[in-house]
């Protein structure tokens, strides 16, 4: 299995995503951190899983094989024993506490114990709704609350799946965001192993159906600083003499993430991720992208550099109206883009293809731009600070005088658009950057457009009463997501509280 060194900094923060490639042995990576516990700091632990079978396959193939080769839990786990009330395949008691497997989707499961130390394998695939009663990520954190931080430790293991909407990326986001450094052994330098320096000969005496003129075998792992070749020996060597960098402050949360590289399996020598690779490309030449989409989550994942951000200052409520009432100066529609931007919460690709019919039983039903989620935001909704309901931004909207099928669109004709044409999304942004320069909001980080959503949700929480995270759909779109996939019709609610 993984060297657990790599996964074990000793933190003690809630909740610590670990963010992987998928063969990098994800399911031991997060459960090893409350593997350790039976033999170092016994206590009532719980491990969720998406489906049971996820579960059986765990504890079969890893779990049970993983505490026999290691006597300090073997000792305290009788994993092979007779089968009996205190040893089941999904419950294992032993000295002052006990590890249990749950699966997302039973919500007597996820309800009933207390445990101080829970891991969530897979979170983008964890059930978002037991039965109606809420996510069950959120439950099971629930359930954790009652023990004291120092105590308690929630730990998130898993790949990422669609990029900007995964629950483990976005668990990873607001981490310290923790990187593995590996020292080359020539140079000395550090630095995260990356698909990029995966490197092989092509000389084979005749081309290979699939890998061509490529010799697998040659695969070396080039270091970006002195160029020397590693084997799958020096790089194992390498890998257990790297360190983790934290590339964020530090919150509470700790966040890691590893990709294949590091794997020390023999699945994941360099031969074999280069064959892989290589049979990825020719289904791609083939029209058949999924083992490249599989790969480009994979080792390739490691590529994704960090990110340099501006960090963008807030939009107040009080720079707000500065450029709502500078905006006529720039279009005639930017008001109205602004006011439903503001009261809805939503984004820009929303707002552009908001039509006028989206509207039944009270709610406004939208599908979002990104993700293709439906929600329903009940008209009555209210901003108290703007005096206005999200019904009164949309009959506003709606008598420019102009006939289009969109809430927001051009009311005076341009060269590019006729009247009550939809407006671009980018045009949003321009056009509200000239308002805002108009109201003498200038400089690098200056708000943008898009921050209106985090001053939707700050309006929304002073106020009280209004869902908020079904809103934004900021923690919830991997989720929402994957519930728009499996049951299709029903759009996710948003709530408010009568008042
Ligand atoms: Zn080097």
Same mark, same amino acid.
Request: charge should be positive; hydrophobic fraction near 40%; proline fraction near 6%.
């Given at each position: ?13 809630? /909740? ?11 399911? *031991?990576?997060?459960? &090893?951190?409350?593997?350790? $516990? ?33 006597? @300090? ?37 996820? =309800? &009933? ?21 809420? %996510?069950?990520? *959120? ?27 995964? $629950? ?5 986001? &607001? ?15 550090? +630095? ?23 010799? /697998? ?6 270091? /970006? ?43 994941? @020598? ?5 064959? =892989? ?11 058949? %992208? ?12 490691? *590529? ?8 963008? @200052? $807030? ?80 009959? @506003? ?6 006939? &289009?099928?969109?809430?927001?669109? +051009? ?17 949003? *942004? ?26 939707? =949700? ?18 919830? %779109? ?22």
């Amino acid at each position: 299995m993984l060297d657990r060194r790599l996964l074990l900094p000793a933190s003690r923060a809630a /909740p610590v995503p670990l963010r992987s490639s998928r063969s990098c042995r994800r399911t *031991t990576c997060s459960a &090893s951190g409350s593997l350790s $516990r039976p033999g170092r700091d016994p206590c009532p632990m719980i491990i969720m899983f998406a489906k049971e079978k996820s579960a059986k396959k765990f504890n079969l193939e890893k779990f049970e094989p993983m505490v026999e080769v290691t006597p @300090r839990l073997s000792a305290k786990l009788p994993v092979h024993a007779g089968r009996d009330k205190n040893n089941l395949w999904d419950h294992k008691t032993f000295a002052r506490g006990f590890l249990k497997f749950i699966t997302s989707n039973a919500p007597d499961d996820v =309800k &009933s114990t207390p445990a101080p130390v829970v891991a969530v394998e897979e979170p983008d695939d964890a059930n978002q709704n037991v039965r109606e009663q809420g %996510d069950s990520i *959120t439950l099971l954190e629930e359930r954790n609350k009652s023990y004291s931080d120092s105590r308690r430790k929630v730990i998130f293991g898993g790949t990422p799946t669609i990029d900007g909407f995964s $629950r483990i990326a976005q668990a990873y986001e &607001s981490s310290d965001q923790r990187r593995y450094l590996v020292p080359c052994p020539d140079c000395g330098e550090e +630095h995260e192993l990356a698909w990029d320096n995966v490197t092989w000969s092509e000389n084979a005496e005749a081309p290979h159906e699939v890998f061509g003129l490529a010799t /697998p075998a040659s695969a070396r792992y080039a270091c /970006p600083f002195c160029g020397s070749l590693w084997d799958d020996t020096a790089r194992f060597r390498a890998v257990r003499r790297g360190r983790w960098v934290a590339t964020a402050a530090f919150h509470g949360v700790a966040g890691f993430r590893l990709n294949e590289l590091v794997s020390p399996f023999p699945g994941s @020598r360099l031969a074999e991720l280069v064959k =892989k690779r290589l049979v990825a490309e020719k289904a791609l030449r083939a029209g058949d %992208d999924t083992k490249m989409r599989s790969f480009v989550n994979n080792p390739a994942d490691a *590529t994704d550099k960090a990110k340099v951000t501006v960090k963008r @200052r $807030r939009l107040t409520f009080e720079e707000f109206q500065a450029i709502y009432e500078k905006a006529p100066q720039v279009a005639l529609w930017l008001q109205n883009a602004m006011l439903l931007a503001l009261v809805s919460g939503q984004d820009r690709s929303t707002i552009a293809r908001w039509e006028r019919s989206f509207q039944q039983d009270g709610h406004a039903v939208l599908t979002r731009g990104k993700t293709g989620v439906r929600i329903a935001i009940p008209l009555e909704l209210r901003m108290d600070v703007l005096g206005m309901s999200l019904a009164d931004v949309i009959a @506003r909207c709606r008598s420019t005088g102009i006939v &289009s099928k969109y809430l927001v669109h +051009h009311i005076r004709p341009n060269v590019n658009a006729p009247k009550g044409a939809a407006i671009k999304i980018k045009t949003f *942004t321009s056009k509200f950057k000239e308002a805002r320069d108009l109201a003498g909001i200038t400089g690098d980080d200056a708000p943008t457009f898009h921050e209106m959503r985090s001053l939707t =949700k700050r309006l929304y929480m002073e106020q009280g009463g209004v869902d908020t995270k079904a809103l934004l759909g900021h923690m919830t %779109d991997a989720i929402a997501d994957l519930y728009a996939n499996s049951r299709g019709l029903e759009p996710l609610k948003v709530k408010i509280s009568k008042r």
